[in-house]
């Protein structure tokens, strides 16, 4: 048994979808959550910068005493994971492996679909996984790097973000895929939109809830889950926190949330 | 006379239509281009995040000895030109000021319509400006935050990206204006599908040209323009420049271009 918190982060908003999962599959958690809200997004930046930036985010955690950390951002996971690892001496989870096995598992074709930002995209880390468990997969992946602000805008359910979607999917649809990683914690938020423009046979794989039965199934293998005692909830971001007591309570249901504003930059990044 | 370099800086790339336009009307000047590309977007940020951001961007083009300091970017012109002016000793022209002047003289009706980022809209600037020099005008303000976004996609000419335009301008139509200050460095790159949106009638603002039409009148009365001599360009980022390069080409027509990368939070942002 190990009452700490665990740590999760995001490049802002979207790893709040994680957390939901969280309290939902394993509500014994306590939770330290971190927002990056002040240089958000990272789906357009370089791999050197994705990693300088998670190193200052885990510093942080590990001096808020978790246990474990789950990276919930589809491009830090896909980027700086293998980095982090070697680097610090705690147990990082990210989304991206624990999508691409469910995604194997899911798949009768064997030919998967990827969406994810652009550099989710350009580390070629789903592609990596995907073909390592699976040799003879196709994958094919896809930027879409209009979902995040179309997300952020609240469009959940919307012509416009329909008609985005649309044009994201067509050549996954033209490759005949059956099975489509949503390989960034913010499209779950967008899935009926998504589920709509590559029609009812073809699964979605949810990688923040696939995330979340990893994170379970680790610590109960290492007796580390929490037991009794109230969980708690403490939320961080390195900008303002307004949006993100609103978009919070969006997605987790949550009133009255309070969240605290700290400097990201003060902590190593090498 | 002054041969001496002009800083400009932009969260990102949509600066560079003033690049454009300073080569277009003082091809004399040499320019430093920073793009904090490693933050961008600023649309979504705190003032005291983009204020913070500025100052270290503002340190490192004084570093480079630059004669004066144009804010490209209408977010950190709208929230953190005040304080740049007021604690740094170098001449520092903004795009919002110039922007709210055209306005005023090109509108006829006295209701004016701005575009800007999230920030911008919340920052009240453009209204404050327009207010000091019409205190009759009527301002009526838009963010969209989903128009940086599909600039950076490259979808100038798109049917989303009307339909985008569309939406975000419905509510100015609604309001009769017959001027709309484009009030995001990004927007002239879009400016066809925002006039299409609001029909030929309504002039649209372009802030990029007016604030480098302010800053050659400034450098002129104080005897501060470059003459003769070869004029130089430089770019710098705080992310990989890869992207800079290829966004750079398309905007200025030139090729070849090269950029240094470099650590912009080792400057001092208090």
Redesign the interface.
Known sequence: MDNRKIGVFDSGLGGLSVVREMRKIMPAESIVYFGD????PYG???R??ITDFSRQITRFLLEQDVKAIVIACGTASTNALDTLRSEFDVPIIGVAEPGARSAVRASRSGRIGVLGTEATVKSGAFDKMIHQLAPEAEVISQAC??F???V??GWFHD??TD??AE?YLQPLIEEGVDTVVLGCTHYPLIKEAIGQAVGKDVKLINVSKEAVLEIRDFLDRMDMLARGGESTCEFYA???I??MASFAELVLGMGGLTANKIDI?KYD?R
Do not use: F, G, Y
């Open positions: 809200t002040a240089r958000l357009s930046k370089s050197a910068v790097p209009l995040v602000p179309l952020e805008s012509a416009i008609r985005v044009r390195s900008d303002s307004d949006h930059e990044k």
